[in-house]
């Protein structure tokens, strides 16, 4: 069964930095590519940052480039995000989510954590 | 970069047919066809329900149903059940600086 658990969400004070953790279960962890996916409270969903399966490609959404850094240990299965320079409207649910295994481009998600909640006070 | 569009709400009976929009540009839904549809229920994570414009997952019921025109990303849901009450989320592929991008959210009803 696929299990994926986040970790490291919390209060984070403005222009500081929280990691994230994404512990992955069930699954060849190496084989596909990970995302981060956010929900600010009431919210839509907003795509965040993916990293391909080796770890050597990564991609970023405008809002968070030069400030985030998404990352993966395929030894012991987790993702991380590092989260930098923090803002207030970086306040929301955050999600890390599974590639597909039989679609096109790395924007299907198959598979969803419960989401960690980072709180950004000013 | 604005997300796709959709509409905020739509609405329907028990056993009606409904349909979702997803209207994008020819930098995403008009050319690629790496759309997706997700299903989230009131403090739930989302589901996947559709990919690549029209494929669905296995579990999925074939109830769910995807298509594209244009620039325009459709899900439709026949026979519509109490329990497809969701917000319903596209999402594509962006040739852009952002690659990923989602659009803003169905709340769907079932009356």
């Known amino acids: 069964e696929v299990q994926l658990l986040e970790s490291g969400g919390g209060l984070g004070q403005s222009g500081g930095s929280l990691r994230l953790s994404c512990a992955a279960s069930?699954?060849?962890?190496?084989?596909?590519?990970m995302s981060w996916v956010r929900q600010a409270p009431g919210r839509g969903l907003e795509w965040v940052s993916a990293?391909?399966?080796?770890?050597?490609?990564?991609y970023y959404a405008d809002s968070v480039k030069g400030r985030f850094t998404i990352s993966r240990d395929n030894s012991k299965n987790t993702l991380y995000l590092q989260m930098n320079t923090l803002r207030a409207e970086d306040t929301a649910i955050y999600y890390c989510?599974?590639?597909?295994?039989?679609?096109?481009?790395?924007?299907?998600?198959?598979?969803w954590g419960q989401g960690t909640l980072v709180t950004v006070s000013s | 970069q604005s997300a796709l569009t959709q509409p905020a709400s739509v609405s329907g009976s028990p056993g009606q047919s409904i349909t979702i929009s997803c209207t994008g540009t020819?930098?995403?839904?008009?050319?690629?066809?790496?759309v997706s549809w997700y299903q989230q229920h009131p403090g739930k994570g989302p589901k996947l329900m559709i990919y690549?414009?029209?494929n669905r997952p296995s579990g999925v019921s074939n109830r769910f149903s995807g298509s594209k025109s244009g620039n325009t990303a459709s899900l439709t849901i026949s026979g519509l059940q109490a329990e497809d009450e969701a917000d319903y989320y596209c999402?594509?592929?962006?040739?852009?600086?952002?690659?990923?991008?989602f659009g803003g959210g169905t709340k769907l009803t079932v009356l």
């Open positions: 069930g699954f060849t962890f190496t084989s596909f590519a």
């Open positions: 990293i391909s399966g080796s770890g050597n490609t990564t």
């Open positions: 020819s930098s995403d839904v008009g050319t690629y066809d790496y």
């Open positions: 999402c594509s592929y962006r040739k852009s600086s952002t690659p990923v991008v």
């Open positions: 690549d414009v029209s």
């Open positions: 989510a599974k590639r597909d295994s039989t679609s096109g481009y790395l924007n299907s998600f198959d598979y």
